[in-house]
Structures are given as structure tokens and as C-alpha cells.
């Protein structure tokens, strides 16, 4: 199996299991713990931590990943995001034991966020763009992902479900790529 296509495996597992899918989470936990294990070994290899700081690191993960599921956006790649609950829990458990490491720039750039774009065209452009978006999915994406609220203050705000904001959020943004991509055709 590739490893974009596990990766679909789990994230499906892991939408399922947000709805309320206990047996897609028990699978989705089953599938992901061997990959957990030896991205947190090969975590302590290369920051010289002990191989059997390596499976507390990964018990923390997965009560972190139960804990926090809801934290997962389903719109986006969920390998990444597992990666840095590993890379994070491996920093928390050095730090317990007065550890101190530094991390390369190289190995968190993807989580990053991306400067905020300033440029009044570039304002222009976006809002040209989410006109063409039909309500609520133009008010989500303007909540959301231009004044940063979260979903829960959003789906409280235009009294709808988490779930359905998020699903509304992801086709709103599948529709602006499509739109973006025919504008760049027309103009290109």
C-alpha cells in the first residue's frame, strides 16, 4: 500500500470515528501504533534519547490523539499531523527529564504558518473570489480561514453542527481551488 493511500485508509478510519464510529477507531488506532512506534524511535535516535523513551512517547501520542481528535481538521492530510503530536511529545518527555534539545527549522517548516498577506490587490482578489461562493460556505471561509475563528465559535455563531462546518469549510475550499484554477486559465 502506498503511503498516500494509507494515509487516505487512516483518515477515513479517523472521519468515521468522529461520527461516532467506534470500531473504524479502534481500527484506526490498530493501524497507526506500529507507524507511531518507529517515528518515535527514530525521534529518539536522532535527538539521543534512550530506544525505550520510544514506547512512553508513543502512549503519550495516542492519549494525545484521543484526547485531541477533534483538533484534526478533515480537510487536510492527517500523517502530519500525527507526526508533530510525536515530535511534540517527544520534546515534552526530554524536557521532563532536563533534557534540552533544539529542533531544525528543517523539521518543523510545514507546520509553520504562512505570513499573512498584506497586499490590498491581493485582499481584492480574494474577496472577488468568495463572492462566488454561495452561503454559509462563504461565511465559513471568511470566519475561518481570513479572521481565524475557530469551528466551534463558527458553527455556534451560524448554529450549525462542528461536523457539518467542517465538511461545509473543506467543499468551500475544494470550489475556490476550482475557481482559482479556471481564473488562472481565462487570464493565463
Same mark, same amino acid.
Given at each position: 500500500?502506498?503511503?498516500?493511500?494509507?494515509?487516505?485508509?487512516?483518515?477515513?478510519?479517523?472521519?468515521?470515528?468522529?461520527?461516532?464510529?467506534?470500531?473504524?477507531?479502534?481500527?484506526?488506532?490498530?493501524?497507526?501504533?506500529?507507524?507511531?512506534?518507529?517515528?518515535?524511535?527514530?525521534?529518539?535516535?536522532?535527538?539521543?534519547?534512550?530506544?525505550?523513551?520510544?514506547?512512553?512517547?508513543?502512549?503519550?501520542?495516542?492519549?494525545?490523539?484521543?484526547?485531541?481528535?477533534?483538533?484534526?481538521?478533515?480537510?487536510?492530510?492527517?500523517?502530519?499531523?500525527?507526526?508533530?503530536?510525536?515530535?511534540?511529545?517527544?520534546?515534552?518527555?526530554?524536557?521532563?527529564?532536563?533534557?534540552?534539545?533544539?529542533?531544525?527549522?528543517?523539521?518543523?517548516?510545514?507546520?509553520?504558518?504562512?505570513?499573512?498577506?498584506?497586499?490590498?490587490?491581493?485582499?481584492?482578489?480574494?474577496?472577488?473570489?468568495?463572492?462566488?461562493?454561495?452561503?454559509?460556505?462563504?461565511?465559513?471561509?471568511?470566519?475561518?480561514?481570513?479572521?481565524? &475563528?475557530?469551528?466551534?465559535?463558527?458553527?455556534?455563531?451560524?448554529?450549525?453542527?462542528?461536523? &457539518?462546518?467542517?465538511?461545509?469549510?473543506?467543499?468551500?475550499?475544494?470550489?475556490?481551488? &476550482?475557481?482559482?484554477?479556471?481564473?488562472?486559465?481565462?487570464?493565463?
Amino acid at each position: 500500500m502506498k503511503y498516500s493511500a494509507r494515509e487516505e485508509e487512516w483518515a477515513g478510519w479517523m472521519r468515521a470515528a468522529m461520527n461516532g464510529d467506534t470500531q473504524a477507531y479502534h481500527r484506526f488506532l490498530s493501524a497507526v501504533t506500529p507507524h507511531l512506534r518507529a517515528i518515535a524511535r527514530r525521534r529518539c535516535d536522532q535527538f539521543g534519547a534512550l530506544p525505550s523513551e520510544a514506547e512512553d512517547v508513543v502512549q503519550e501520542v495516542l492519549l494525545a490523539v484521543h484526547l485531541k481528535r477533534g483538533t484534526w481538521d478533515p480537510g487536510r492530510p492527517i500523517g502530519p499531523w500525527l507526526s508533530t503530536i510525536v515530535r511534540n511529545k517527544l520534546i515534552d518527555s526530554l524536557r521532563r527529564r532536563g533534557r534540552h534539545i533544539s529542533v531544525p527549522i528543517e523539521d518543523v517548516m510545514a507546520t509553520l504558518g504562512a505570513e499573512e498577506q498584506t497586499d490590498a490587490l491581493d485582499r481584492l482578489d480574494a474577496e472577488r473570489i468568495l463572492e462566488r461562493l454561495r452561503d454559509p460556505q462563504r461565511d465559513i471561509v471568511r470566519s475561518i480561514s481570513i479572521q481565524g &475563528a475557530g469551528v466551534r465559535e463558527t458553527a455556534e455563531r451560524l448554529k450549525m453542527s462542528e461536523g &457539518a462546518v467542517r465538511v461545509a469549510l473543506h467543499r468551500a475550499l475544494k470550489s475556490l481551488a &476550482a475557481l482559482y484554477r479556471s481564473d488562472e486559465l481565462e487570464n493565463g
